[in-house]
């Protein structure tokens, strides 16, 4: 059998050396392996030494294990620049991290949020805890400004994101559909009956469908109205109309804002919105017509109760159809609403919170796995020597440090686009809206940066979680050290809010028009400047330096990526045109250029967070300059060795400039390791938010994580010990082979 | 608050059109947004028309919805190749193909092999499932043929990772490591003992401690041999000696194969095993001196009990340790082994089987997203008009396609590891080993390769799989759609039986060495081939063609990577050179270089795998040849893509080829769309093994998804509604403010 032959003299062992099989035991087992064995995999100089025939270091045994907070606390002793002064510039000022401390505080000492024993909950349990939870924030909503909440759930996202999905059900999507589409008396008739502060009404959001998403428009649920009785029948046709992924609705709403196709007279009139009673508050009964189920386990976020509904022939009121845009009068009279293209800018502001997620969810991971490498060792360099640091290979470096730079550049990133969507707003609320054409310019600006923002920052999260999960070996598998969840939680951003990919050609057909302009000499907003200087310039930039200095400046760096940049788009633009002088339809030809719109996105969109990074870094006080220049330039270097092939396309950087950068960034990561750990310090999150003992602050990791898997696994009795594994034990499988054939005896 | 901002206005319209958050939704919601908005993510026309003009399509809600079954049977209609026979060269041959069938039969027939309600199964019931399985497969190991248990084992790691991994635990491990270090005697005596099939003993394998992975001869554990009483004594004296991660131990396991530095009169003799005794099989009560804990959650393979294990001074007769290499005599002297090389051999087939599994995994994923696709429609390209099928979205086509090449890279290149290593180990295993220096050669160049194809091919394959869940939308995030779970058994692969990170050093190590071979005039094995010819030829090759044949031809694209391939290995090599002449040791030379050895051995498995794909492109029957050559082609060019600076660096292709290159990929992506489904189909996989109502043979998704939600959530009262919701709907948060101060009256 296959174990056999692979283990045949596995632990033969030649000359003094310890036996190969011990000395490369991360290698040495066959395919048929246990989850012991992921421990085996740290990144280390011998075990990576397999087939050369240099000597082992068995005296490293002999070694008395290094105190692991000592090991983390050296790191501390020198950083190159102020930690505390490094907090108060990423969290915006000093108010700002103050505002953060209170939060974790406040959360830590909550004994409903305690979070440490997740692994174990069952999803009963989950969503039981989580809805005690939902009443303190309830009357936060009373008692706390904006600010304070709006920073409250951004650290919450953090913390446990699925409360903060629970939560946001509630508040966000059903009394936001109201703020959004009820005329004034419809919702303070709604808020008399408690609909924001929960005090009556617990709302849930009903728009997609088993079979539709995307398509609003194709939504099969009907809402028909009987001119007799003055009401509006809501029904669900098909199986593919039933309602689903519908938050709360499995166990916590009341009511719930119902997408419908609004049908009068046989004619339909297009999805409306529908306010549907789900349940009696006094006894949680199912109203009459209203059948739910709880659609179930999910990859995270366990804590929001998604359902399904379907409804049959539900009558509600007229009143109840939300009617500040489009009106149904008592004759079954539909008036439409003016048009208003300014509510895109409602668009925007959930992108701005998920590139905003990215860099808080990536700080989190990387300040577990950097700790973590500071304090990891495995194997010694030579006899006798202490085990080398994880964080000393330079391998390891090159797996956290960009890591790093990539965070910082996403916190830049999400600050600048928070700041332009705040005054796009209040450009878009101003009552003199005077220079209308320059405000829709501005919108379609900011809409298209925010998906693409949107869509490759929370792309480039879910990598960081998984490099720093990967980055711990085989601890990283387990559910108490904080990176496995925090993967299985984070990763739907990549797909609500609209599809990745699709917000990514969003971008891309934004960036197509730009090319047009350009083409036509028409002005650039700012973040496109970069693509009119382009097409401006007939002679295409190149770089003439040779010198790191030269090579790696931010000037060039930014000419450079705007080139890369620039390159893509018009390269996209011109199969458009293509495709279009083929005869295509505009929307065919966009089809056609999708893989080009989707990469010219991508290009823009590190063109734009380096640009942001490097405005950041300039701006910054002289203390914190040369760190945040550093990993400035390590960003936008690491990612262009990513990508040298766009560079080299467009011309700028020739071969000796590529192995300069690459080159370069070993130099950045080896430099940048020396305040790794200051750095993820200067993220200021509490061990509570942390919430991983291999991530704790003062380094006492293999007690901390002993005591949580002992905390969450007590020991008991193996319940089937008698029923399946004693009978396995003590089982024979003799059997004889039935009785002698006489035929057989007479041959 | 943020929610009424970004929900002013959504569903503002303009003229006639319907809403604009309808029409958008999946772009609408702000960030505190319900999981229920994940739905509205599919790839669409439409849906990425945000900031266009163009008008809706109302009328797409008045098509009768298609029918599932009858969409995805329409992909079967006209296959370019014979399905059947492609079933049978992908699996080998006819008869390994109606194996597989027969194994899938036994799986799906047997009650305690249900699998399709793992989602909502506690810990402890998946554990008591999982024993329950153990037994029939114990009584395989006697009954059924090594390829019998090898193909069914193979399957299972499909369709029950974690199961997988269990049962491994036990005859890959604990019984493996007997077959391997246990003298005739020792191990007759364990055998007669059940400790191969079960019967009185169940083993798990003690190597890796809390503190201690990679680097075995760093374990603390101690065996220190007491020579009044001829027993050793086997100690944990510290908290990172715990044993950590021991499969099997929490709750299965009556014996352990301990790893601990032998010790004889004070004297370290290095790592040695030794067979202790846990509990008794009786009572299942754990033996004097051990204590044993459950590590508990992992971010999946929850089949599995790990645990941690502590000694505390537990007696045992010096016959219990594995005296096949070392021995101890009854006076303590201790007789070290022979020399033998030959060990590295049993490294091999973990990587091979991990290799195999990569591609059979993929091959479930992409069955799941590619019928799904073929199925799911969203938005219309017309008024009127039937909504469009995802898979005949350009983009979508881009998001699957090539992960269905590299798919087929994988199985040919599992195929050829697999049949290399099976000489390899007859050459070893024969009796006269004539040529010991040749049969070593082939032994470094086979572990080389295998370590870099099972980094790569785990990576490829983790991907490919989210890649998947992601192209499903919504539907990807539930936990009964197949694909979450999936990647969270899966991703332990790129860690276990050593970190994909080392394993690409040593490939890339091996390598380097090869560079130095070849500049020295020594030939090279067949695989390395192409390093040899590039660094005789002085002049560097490159592609003088201009048409797509000749840019894309097998010819050119084996040069190609071969080309770029050798470029990124000797600049490995010159890396590693530079450091020595600096005066580094040849180690810490490696670690200098590590980061170009990763990037060396990346260029290196990609050539490899294209190789081996197009050679058995070559070898293919006719029918199959036309599917197969695009498929390879595919492989080559969609890879070059993603590295095309590596190939202007070394000026192989020039820019108007590499944009060659990419059109040619995405013609090739719409052209084998038209297959797709057949190739799928060609994997034949059972719906049993698929696990996926998405990925259903019939097409009846929709129907199917619903069941199987309801099955596993039945719909019962909300067990917390007295206890919290209740209350928090009918609280009042009045408070006066306390008491009319005096003095404010005053004023």
């Not at 050369?52 to 983390?72: C, F």
Request: charged share 20%; net charge neutral.
């Amino acid at each position: 059998m296959i174990v056999f032959a692979s283990f045949r003299g596995r632990l033969i062992a030649r000359g003094n050396e310890p036996p190969i099989g011990q000395r490369f035991s991360c290698l040495s087992f066959n395919s048929v392996v246990s989850a012991q064995t992921i421990l085996a995999c740290d990144s280390s100089r011998h075990c990576d030494n397999m087939v050369s025939t240099s000597a082992p270091t068995p005296n490293s045994s002999n070694q008395a294990p290094i105190n692991p907070m000592e090991s983390l606390g050296a790191e501390r002793k020198s950083p190159s620049f102020p930690v505390r002064e490094m907090t108060y510039f990423v969290d915006g000022d000093k108010e700002a991290t103050l505002l953060k401390e209170e939060i974790m505080l406040e959360l830590e000492r909550d004994p409903n949020w305690k979070i440490d024993d997740y692994p174990n909950l069952s999803l009963a349990e989950i969503r039981e805890r989580t809805m005690a939870k939902v009443r303190r924030m309830a009357d936060d909503l009373l008692t706390k400004s904006k600010e304070q909440v709006f920073q409250k759930m951004a650290m919450i996202s953090v913390v446990d994101p699925g409360f903060w999905t629970r939560f946001g059900v509630h508040i966000g999507l059903f009394f936001g559909a109201l703020q959004g589409q009820a005329t004034p008396s419809q919702l303070s008739y709604w808020l008399e009956r408690g609909a924001m502060t929960m005090q009556g009404i617990i709302g849930c959001f009903g728009m997609t469908e088993l079979g539709h998403g995307s398509n609003v428009a194709g939504l099969e649920t009907t809402a028909t109205f009987d001119k007799n009785t003055d009401e509006f029948v809501i029904h669900t046709p098909t199986i593919t109309a039933t309602k689903w992924w519908i938050g709360g609705a499995a166990h916590t709403a009341t009511h719930c804002a119902v997408y419908a196709q609004l049908i009068i007279d046989g004619k339909r009139y297009g999805v409306k919105t529908f306010v549907v009673q789900l349940r009696d508050p006094e006894t949680f009964q199912l109203m009459p017509g209203v059948n739910i189920g709880d659609i179930g386990k999910k990859m995270g976020r366990d804590q929001i109760d998604n359902g399904w509904i379907q409804f049959t022939n539900v009558r509600i009121p007229r009143s109840h159809m939300l009617m500040k845009h489009t009106k149904v009068t008592r004759e079954g009279k539909v008036i439409d609403p003016p048009m208003a293209q300014l509510a895109y800018g409602a668009l925007i502001l959930g992108r701005v919170s998920m590139v905003n997620d990215s860099g808080n969810v990536s700080k989190r991971a990387l300040t577990i796995a950097i700790r973590y490498a500071a304090i990891r060792r495995q194997f010694a360099s030579g006899p006798g020597q202490v085990e080398t640091k994880l964080l000393d290979y330079p391998i390891h470096q090159h797996r956290l440090i960009p890591l790093l730079a990539q965070t910082f550049a996403m916190i830049f990133g999400a600050r600048e686009m928070n700041t332009n969507y705040q005054n796009l707003m209040a450009q878009i609320n101003s009552e003199k809206q005077e220079n209308m054409q320059a405000l829709l310019e501005n919108l379609k600006e900011t809409h298209a940066t925010s998906a693409g923002l949107k869509a490759f920052c929370t792309w480039m999260c879910l990598n960081i979680i998984d490099q720093c999960r990967q980055s711990l070996g085989g601890h990283g598998y387990s559910a108490y050290t904080g990176l496995s969840t925090s993967y299985q939680d984070f990763v739907v951003h990549c797909t609500w809010e609209g599809d990745n990919t699709i917000l990514t050609l969003q971008c891309g057909r934004y960036l197509v028009s730009m090319a047009n302009q350009a083409k036509k000499g028409k002005p650039l907003p700012k973040n496109m400047s970069y693509l009119g200087e382009f097409v401006k310039s007939r002679t295409h930039p190149s770089c003439k330096g040779v010198s790191v200095e030269d090579v790696c400046s931010f000037k060039t760096l930014r000419e450079a990526w705007g080139c890369v940049a620039a390159n893509a788009i018009i390269q996209a633009a011109n199969e458009f045109e293509e495709a279009l002088k083929k005869g295509l339809d505009k929307d065919a030809a966009y089809e056609q250029c999708s893989a080009s719109r989707l990469h010219a996105a991508r290009m823009h969109v590190f063109t734009h967070l380096f640009n942001r990074f490097s405005e950041a870094a300039e701006a910054s006080p002289d203390s914190l300059r040369p760190t945040l220049t550093k990993l400035a330039v390590l960003f936008a270097t690491h990612s262009a060795t990513q990508h040298s092939g766009e560079f080299l396309q467009c011309g700028y950087y020739n071969n000796e400039q590529i192995y300069t950068i690459k080159r370069h960034v070993s130099e950045l990561c080896a430099d940048l390791r020396n305040d790794a750990v200051s750095i993820v310090d200067s993220f200021n999150y509490s061990d509570y938010v942390i919430n991983s003992p291999l991530g704790c602050f003062d380094g006492n990791i293999y007690v901390k994580y002993f005591d949580l898997v002992k905390r969450n696994n007590p020991q008991n009795e193996i319940p089937y010990f008698e029923k399946l594994i004693k009978p396995l034990l003590n089982r024979s499988v003799d059997s004889d082979g039935g009785p002698e054939l006489e035929i057989d005896q007479e041959e």
